[in-house]
Each structure stands twice: as structure tokens, then as C-alpha cells.
């Protein structure tokens, strides 16, 4: 682990009391002791240290301290790229844990959970169904950011069903849906080109967005991505995007450059 992400009700500094699986990793998988500490987070990335002080059985206390200024001159500088938002169409059983464990690998911010026509398992519409799932995700989210040191911590949101999918303003925000056949001539370089506010990227479910669906992302501002021949699987085709967006951000400067 890179940085452990506090609880949600720790605010910043001060003490606060862990239990449960986060006492488990401090104390028996990590065996920390009084006095050791650990980089932490809070879930927006503002960095601190979290200090040891008292390990009981099942609880132990810790006290969150500003990071020292000598840490804060070594790291990394937030990047400076647009945030990527994913709205996955639900797939069957754990994969979308897979899902979440890579995109937030590979740098997705937020992701949306979608239920779509062809969505396998209509159970877990199911509202305790769904907050149960939810919770798991947000977990795996937590462990993957904690494990590749994530900027912040990416936010899951609650499921929604593709016709509540919000209007994307084109000017500043870039929105795709990915399909696996060419709906469109313009590459992912094209539409990145132009200066963006945020990225949003929506992948279709097992058996693919109906010919609805996909009129209906059309209109919601959304635009095709194709990404070659072969037909990915959905947690492969989310990993692939948002890995092949994050480099075009990233390198932004030298490919926008370059071809002036
Ligand atoms: N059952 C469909 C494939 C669905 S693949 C069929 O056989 O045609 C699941 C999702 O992954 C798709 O909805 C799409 O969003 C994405 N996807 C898979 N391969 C892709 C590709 N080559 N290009 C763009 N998107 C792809």
C-alpha cells in the first residue's frame, strides 16, 4: 500500500479511532506499533501521516498529522489532466469489481454504475441489492487507490439507468460511448485536441448498447470510439479506453505541438 485512505467521517487532523479491516491491515498486516506511522489520504488526496498511538485488540487509535514539508517537496505534482468519468453498464457477477480495480489503475476519477437493456441479472435492481454491491465497489475502489498511490480517492456513484444519463456540453466536455464497430471517421486524438474540462466514457454491458441506446448517448452528447477489430470484453474495453485516454492527456502538449 501507497497511502492509506481515512475513514469517511475522519475530517483531517486529529485522533481517530480504527477498527475492523482497516485495524486489521495497520496493525496485523502491516504490524505497526506506538509511535510508527504511514502516509494517508483523505478521500479528496489532501496528504497527511497517520501516527500509532494506541493498539488495543480490535481498535486501535491513530493521530493524523500534517505531512512533513520535506515529503510535500518530494512527491509527485497532482496531474494536471482533465478527470475521466466512466458509466459502465452493470456486467454479470464480480467483473465489475475487475472493472474498478483497473480503471482505477489506470486513473478513472468517477464511476457510474449503468443498467442498459441487454444488463444480465435484472435482480440487482433490487434497491438493497444495489447498496450492497455498491458498498463492495466503493471497497475495491479504496484498496486499488490505496495500492497504486491514486491521486485522490475515485468516487462510485450510485447506479443509474442509461436514460438518466446526464447531457454532455461538447464545447467543454468530451462524452463517449464505445462500440464495437466504426460509427465515426474521427480518431480519440481528434476529439482530444480541443481543450476539455472533463472526459466521460460509456461502455456498453456483455451484449452490447441496443440500437436505442445508442441513439439515445447520441443525443445526450456522447460520441463514437471504436478501438480496432477485435471485440473486447466490457472490463477489457473500460481498461483499454481509459488507459488510451489517460496517455493522450498526459502527452497532450507534445502531440498537440508536434503537429503545428
Ligand atoms: N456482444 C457484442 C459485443 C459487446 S462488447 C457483439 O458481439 O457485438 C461489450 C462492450 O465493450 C461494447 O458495448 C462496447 O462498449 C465495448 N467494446 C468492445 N469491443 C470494442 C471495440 N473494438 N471498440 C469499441 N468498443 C468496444
Same mark, same amino acid.
Given at each position: 500500500?501507497?497511502?492509506?485512505?481515512?475513514?469517511?467521517?475522519?475530517?483531517?487532523?486529529?485522533?481517530?479511532?480504527?477498527?475492523?479491516?482497516?485495524?486489521?491491515?495497520?496493525?496485523?498486516?502491516?504490524?505497526?506499533?506506538?509511535?510508527?506511522?504511514?502516509?494517508?489520504m483523505l478521500a479528496d488526496g489532501r496528504r497527511f501521516v497517520l501516527?500509532?498511538?494506541?493498539?488495543?485488540?480490535?481498535?486501535?487509535?491513530? =493521530? +493524523?498529522?500534517?505531512?512533513?514539508?520535506?515529503?510535500?517537496?518530494?512527491?509527485?505534482? *497532482? !496531474?494536471?489532466?482533465?478527470? &475521466? $468519468? #466512466?458509466?459502465?453498464?452493470?456486467?454479470?457477477?464480480?467483473?465489475?469489481?475487475?472493472?474498478?480495480?483497473?480503471?482505477?489503475?489506470?486513473?478513472?476519477?468517477?464511476?457510474?454504475?449503468?443498467?442498459?437493456?441487454f444488463t444480465v441479472g435484472g435482480a440487482a435492481r433490487d434497491t438493497?441489492?444495489?447498496?450492497?454491491?455498491?458498498?463492495?465497489?466503493? =471497497? +475495491?475502489?479504496?484498496?486499488a487507490a490505496e495500492q497504486c498511490g491514486a491521486v485522490r480517492l *475515485? !468516487?462510485?456513484?450510485?447506479? &443509474? $439507468? #442509461?436514460?438518466?444519463?446526464?447531457?454532455?456540453?461538447?464545447?467543454?466536455?468530451?462524452?463517449?460511448?464505445?462500440?464495437?464497430?466504426?460509427?465515426?471517421?474521427?480518431?480519440?486524438?481528434?476529439?482530444?485536441?480541443?481543450?476539455?474540462?472533463?472526459?466521460?466514457?460509456?461502455?456498453?454491458?456483455?451484449?452490447?448498447?441496443?440500437?436505442?441506446?445508442? =441513439?439515445?448517448?447520441?443525443?445526450?452528447?456522447?460520441?463514437?470510439?471504436?478501438?480496432?477489430?477485435?471485440?473486447?470484453?466490457?472490463?477489457?474495453?473500460?481498461?483499454?479506453?481509459?488507459?488510451?485516454?489517460?496517455?493522450?492527456?498526459?502527452?497532450?502538449?507534445?502531440?498537440?505541438?508536434?503537429?503545428?
Amino acid at each position: 500500500m501507497k497511502r492509506f485512505v481515512l475513514p469517511p467521517d475522519c475530517q483531517g487532523e486529529g485522533e481517530i479511532t480504527l477498527s475492523g479491516k482497516d485495524f486489521h491491515y495497520l496493525c496485523r498486516v502491516r504490524r505497526l506499533k506506538g509511535g510508527d506511522s504511514v502516509p494517508a489520504m483523505l478521500a479528496d488526496g489532501r496528504r497527511f501521516v497517520l501516527v500509532l498511538t494506541e493498539k488495543g485488540t480490535n481498535t486501535c487509535r491513530a =493521530r +493524523v498529522e500534517p505531512e512533513p514539508e520535506e515529503s510535500r517537496e518530494n512527491q509527485s505534482r *497532482p !496531474e494536471e489532466i482533465a478527470p &475521466i $468519468e #466512466l458509466y459502465q453498464a452493470v456486467p454479470k457477477g464480480r467483473v465489475f469489481d475487475d472493472v474498478v480495480r483497473r480503471c482505477v489503475e489506470a486513473g478513472v476519477t468517477r464511476i457510474v454504475p449503468v443498467y442498459t437493456e441487454f444488463t444480465v441479472g435484472g435482480a440487482a435492481r433490487d434497491t438493497a441489492e444495489r447498496q450492497r454491491r455498491e458498498e463492495r465497489l466503493q =471497497r +475495491v475502489a479504496r484498496s486499488a487507490a490505496e495500492q497504486c498511490g491514486a491521486v485522490r480517492l *475515485p !468516487e462510485i456513484a450510485q447506479a &443509474i $439507468e #442509461l436514460s438518466q444519463i446526464p447531457s454532455f456540453d461538447s464545447n467543454t466536455e468530451a462524452a463517449f460511448f464505445l462500440h464495437q464497430e466504426p460509427l465515426a471517421e474521427w480518431s480519440l486524438h481528434r476529439y482530444l485536441e480541443a481543450s476539455i474540462r472533463k472526459v466521460v466514457l460509456a461502455v456498453g454491458p456483455e451484449g452490447g448498447f441496443s440500437q436505442r441506446e445508442l =441513439r439515445l448517448l447520441e443525443h445526450k452528447g456522447f460520441r463514437p470510439v471504436y478501438l480496432g477489430p477485435q471485440v473486447l470484453r466490457t472490463e477489457n474495453a473500460a481498461f483499454f479506453a481509459v488507459a488510451a485516454i489517460r496517455v493522450l492527456l498526459l502527452e497532450r502538449e507534445s502531440w498537440t505541438t508536434r503537429k503545428k
